[in-house]
């Protein structure tokens, strides 16, 4: 069956930088456009990053770009998600997602704290 592991939250002062990443079984992970969002308390589930298959194409929340990089690693089943310059805003619990015959799979999530 198709398993996300988020890890790589915690809590981190504003201006600092984090990387996320998402371990990705149960799928061809090369086949798969992947996804990074996020969710703050009392707020609607965001998407904040995807990457194509191949790694070859980005996108971005307005929010994040020029602060965020999303990348992936196909050799090793995982997609990251680089965070500098956070600040409050950014804190939320993040998630990875992948979209598989039109179902979604979602990661168990992981905290992203910004505070000083």
């Known amino acids: 069956q198709v398993q996300l592991v988020e890890s790589g939250g915690g809590l981190v002062e504003p201006g600092g930088s984090l990387r996320l990443s998402c371990a990705g079984s149960g799928f061809t992970f090369r086949y798969y456009v992947m996804k990074w969002y996020r969710q703050a308390p009392g707020k609607e589930r965001e998407m904040v990053a995807g990457v194509t298959s191949a790694g070859d194409s980005t996108n971005y929340a307005d929010s994040v770009k020029g602060r965020f990089t999303i990348s992936r690693d196909n050799a090793k089943n995982t997609v990251y998600l680089r965070m500098n310059s956070l600040n409050p805003a950014d804190t939320a619990v993040y998630y990875c997602?992948?979209?598989?015959?039109?179902?979604?799979?979602w990661g168990q999530g992981t905290q992203v704290t910004v505070s000083s």
């Open positions: 997602k992948v979209r598989q015959w039109g179902s979604d799979y």
